[in-house]
């Protein structure tokens, strides 16, 4: 039996004064799932992007959730950012944006309070309770050493990491991820890959990539998108014996 997916797209276009920077994409993405989207500079990854979360709103088209798997769908295409985002949908940009003041801990624990909308009034209870997710997300980030570290200290790659954590602190359901791996090592890319593979056991993660030797290593299915419009979909050997993708990324003739 075919899984209803968690998100999905109906014939999406975006205009920005009459220039045409997505035009009718329809998508749809699995629970647990990790794809990857790709496609030359200026093919509209990042404004598709930025209509799920609710940056930008499509001249036509809609975008539709299931927030509980056996839930109906909602559409998101007229709910503000803010509301995407308590509905279980969590951005991420290119640029970290984590408090660098602040340790890597306090950092995570602001996370959890802006969820819990605590500040005041906890228990013991509660605050073991935090203090304990807390640490288990240290562990999946792999930052556990440098939980008191300042975290404008931390690496590239490791602000990247905090950045993740916190999001996933606020329990989301479905990440997007725009170039995670851009500027790091090969060892971050490589622990970026695990950290990413281990967050779909539970959540659906979308990254927008240009990376193609990350994506052949961590992908399943790939969406490729060129000028506003989807190419073609499927595995990354689908994607390299395409003629459209070739001559699109290498402007090689097809035949
Ligand atoms: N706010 C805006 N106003 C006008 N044009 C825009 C705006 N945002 C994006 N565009 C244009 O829309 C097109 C798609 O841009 P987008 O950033 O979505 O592409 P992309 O596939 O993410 O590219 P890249 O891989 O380079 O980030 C581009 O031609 C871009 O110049």
Known sequence: MKREPILRS?????????????????????????????????????????VICGKV???????????QSSGSEVPLTRRKEHQIASLGIARKFQAPSI?????????LELSVQKKKGILAAMTTGVKREMRDRIQGQLEMIGLSDKSGFRAGGLSH???????????????????????PVAGMTDAETE???????????????????????????????????????????????????????AEVYLGKKAG
């Open 157 to 179: 790659g490791e602000k990247q990491w905090l950045e993740i954590g916190m999001m996933l602190l606020q329990d989301p359901r479905v990440l997007l991820l725009d170039e």
């Open 99 to 107: 408090f660098t003041d602040l340790t890597v801990f306090e950092n």
């Open 57 to 67: 709103r499509p001249k036509n088209g809609q975008v539709l959730y299931r927030a």
């Open 10 to 50: 109906e014939k999406v276009t975006v205009e920005f004064d009459g220039f045409v920077a997505v035009r009718e994409m329809s998508f749809e993405l699995a629970d647990r799932e990790l794809r990857f989207l790709i496609g030359p500079n200026g093919a509209g990854k990042t404004t598709f992007l930025d």
């Open 191 to 245: 622990k970026t890959g695990e950290l990413l593979k281990e967050i779909t056991r539970e959540r659906a993660v979308v990254v927008v990539e240009h990376d193609m030797e990350f994506v052949r290593n961590y992908s399943s299915l790939v969406t490729v998108m060129h000028e506003g419009q989807l190419l073609k979909e499927g595995t990354m050997s689908d994607i390299q014996s395409d003629d459209r993708v």
